[in-house]
C-alpha cells in the first residue's frame, strides 16, 4: 500500500497570507489528524477528521482550519499566517475506529512564513 | 490531562553501544496506548510500536526492545548494539482508549539519539 502523502513538501509564505495544505491517507484509512512541529512546542495535535466531519480538535486558534473529502483526503487552511506559524506540519492516518489504533504519518510539509 | 515526559533531550553512544530512552506518562485513563515513533532528518514520523495498558508483556523485535510498568508509568525503549542508522529523534506518544474519543496523540519531547561510528 502507498503511505500517506502530503503536498506541498515545502512552501515560503510571507506574513498576513493563506496557506493550504494537502493530505492523502492511506488507502482504505478514514481518519486523518493533524500535527504541528515546532523547536518550541514540539509536537502539537492540530485537529482529527473521520468520515468529513471533525471529531477532535487540539487548542489552536480558529486561524487553523480544517476539512475532509468524501475520499478521505484532508486539507488544513492557515489564514492570516503570522511568524510563529513556522513549522513542520504533519499528517497522519488511520482506520478511525479509536484510540488504539496506529497512526501512520507522512512526510510533512515545511511551512516557512517570512 | 495527559502527558508524556521524555527527560533525556539528546543521547551520544559509540556504534555496538547499548542505550535506553525513558518515556513516562501520565493519565487518569484506565485504558490507554503507548506508541513509540522515530524521526530520522527526512522528518517523517515512522511507527515503531504500540502497546496497551493492559498488556505489560515487554516485546523485542530485532535490537529493538520495549519495557513497560504500569507501576511506574514508564515505557521505556532500549537499543541493544547501537548503530549510526539509529541516530534520529525518538518519540514516545500517549492517546486515550475509550471508543469514540477519536486519534489525538500527545507526544513527549522526544530524545535526540546520535550513534558515533
Known amino acids: 500500500k502507498a503511505g500517506v502523502t502530503q503536498t506541498p513538501r515545502y512552501l515560503i509564505k510571507t506574513r498576513g497570507q493563506q496557506v493550504t495544505l494537502s493530505c492523502s491517507p492511506i488507502s482504505g484509512h478514514r481518519s486523518v489528524s493533524w500535527y504541528q512541529q515546532t523547536p518550541g512546542q514540539g509536537l502539537q495535535f492540530l485537529f482529527e477528521?473521520?468520515?468529513?466531519?471533525?471529531?477532535n480538535k487540539g487548542n489552536f486558534p480558529g486561524r487553523f482550519s480544517g476539512r475532509q473529502f468524501s475520499n478521505s483526503r484532508s486539507e488544513m487552511n492557515v489564514s492570516t499566517l503570522e511568524l510563529g506559524d513556522s513549522a513542520l506540519y504533519l499528517c497522519?492516518?488511520?482506520?478511525?475506529?479509536?484510540?488504539?489504533?496506529?497512526?501512520?504519518f507522512g512526510p510533512g510539509t515545511r511551512l516557512l512564513v517570512l | 490531562a495527559q502527558k508524556v515526559t521524555q527527560a533525556q533531550t539528546e543521547i551520544s553512544v559509540v556504534e555496538k553501544e547499548d542505550v535506553t530512552l525513558d518515556c513516562v506518562y501520565e493519565?487518569?485513563?484506565?485504558?490507554?496506548?503507548l506508541f513509540w515513533y522515530k524521526q530520522p532528518p527526512s522528518g517523517e514520523l515512522v511507527f515503531l510500536i504500540r502497546r496497551n495498558s493492559f498488556d505489560e508483556q515487554n516485546e523485542i523485535s530485532g535490537r529493538y526492545s520495549w519495557n513497560f510498568q504500569k507501576s511506574t508509568s514508564s515505557f521505556n525503549f532500549t537499543i541493544t548494539a547501537s548503530q549510526v542508522v539509529d541516530s534520529a529523534v525518538y518519540f514516545c506518544?500517549?492517546?486515550?482508549?475509550?471508543?469514540?474519543?477519536?486519534?489525538?496523540?500527545?507526544f513527549g519531547g522526544g530524545t535526540r539519539l546520535m550513534v558515533k561510528p
Open positions: 497522519a492516518s488511520s482506520a478511525g475506529l479509536a484510540g488504539e489504533e496506529t497512526q501512520y
Open positions: 493519565t487518569r485513563d484506565t485504558t490507554y496506548y
Open positions: 506518544a500517549l492517546s486515550e482508549g475509550r471508543r469514540n474519543a477519536g486519534n489525538m496523540l500527545t
Open positions: 477528521y473521520f468520515s468529513e466531519t471533525q471529531r
